[in-house]
């Protein structure tokens, strides 16, 4: 008597579930992502061999264009650590706001809570303190390019010494790193570096590109 054959199925998987929790998660990450603002001047820093990679925690960054300029940022990004290295605080506290009140109060500039808040979520910027209401609510992206003349950093109007001090008194934990242009003048970086030690600032890092050695075939 011959074998009855049964019908078989293929495999049927139902990926409605699948497709269901990617739309979620796609949807999650659109909202809360939070992008790094565009940098306020491009820099080309030098090549070296060094291979220690750039501090990930709270840090305060000097920055020197090619022609010179300065700018200024306090990385609101990162986790805070004490000098154990033990993790301490995160950036929530707000340091940029709190460091822009600071400066507020020195040059007695009343900022609002909104510019506050705008000053907090931005990235590098290089102007005078007295130009930085008008940076902030300026809605024409060429005249916020126009207004960035670089921090003053001479004897008569030394404002980047002013952000390097409350800066470090807004977050003492945070590392101070020096991002040049290769380009950049010699005695501009000298400059800063020694506004950095009037400030007590005699450990930082400098920021530069791997630079790349071939291997060759003997």
């Known amino acids: 008597m011959?074998?009855?054959k049964l019908p078989t199925?293929?495999?049927h998987i139902d990926m409605t579930p699948m497709v269901d929790l990617f739309s979620l998660l796609l949807t999650f990450f659109m909202l809360t992502t939070s992008f790094r603002p565009q940098e306020a001047a491009p820099i080309d820093t030098p090549n070296s061999v060094s291979e220690k990679p750039a501090p990930d925690k709270s840090t305060i960054i000097v920055e020197i264009?090619?022609?010179?300029?300065?700018?200024?940022?306090m990385n609101r990004n990162g986790t805070t650590f004490d000098k154990n290295g033990n993790q301490v605080a995160d950036t929530a506290s707000h340091y940029r706001s709190k460091l822009l009140a600071k400066m507020g109060e020195q040059f007695r500039i009343s900022f609002t809570e909104k510019e506050k808040d705008m000053f907090d979520k931005g990235s590098s910027f290089g102007m005078?303190?007295?130009?930085m209401k008008r940076w902030l609510?300026?809605?024409?992206?060429?005249?916020?390019v126009d207004l960035q003349k670089g921090i003053p950093s001479d004897s008569t109007?030394?404002?980047?010494?002013?952000?390097?001090?409350?800066?470090?008194?807004?977050?003492?934990?945070?590392e101070v790193v020096i991002k040049g242009d290769a380009d950049a003048d010699y005695k501009t970086?000298?400059?800063?570096?020694?506004?950095?030690?009037e400030n007590k600032v005699n450990k930082?890092?400098?920021?530069?590109?791997?630079?790349?050695?071939?291997?060759?075939?003997e």
Do not use: C, H, Y
């Open 137 to 144: 609510n300026s809605k024409e992206p060429k005249e916020k």
């Open 2 to 4: 011959p074998k009855i």
């Open 65 to 73: 264009t090619k022609d010179n300029k300065i700018f200024f940022d």
């Open 157 to 174: 109007d030394n404002q980047l010494s002013l952000w390097i001090r409350f800066a470090r008194l807004t977050n003492p934990n945070a």
């Open 204 to 217: 930082f890092n400098l920021i530069t590109n791997l630079q790349k050695e071939e291997a060759k075939l």
């Open 9 to 11: 199925k293929s495999p």
């Open 128 to 131: 005078p303190i007295k130009n």
């Open 189 to 197: 970086v000298k400059g800063i570096i020694d506004v950095m030690q």
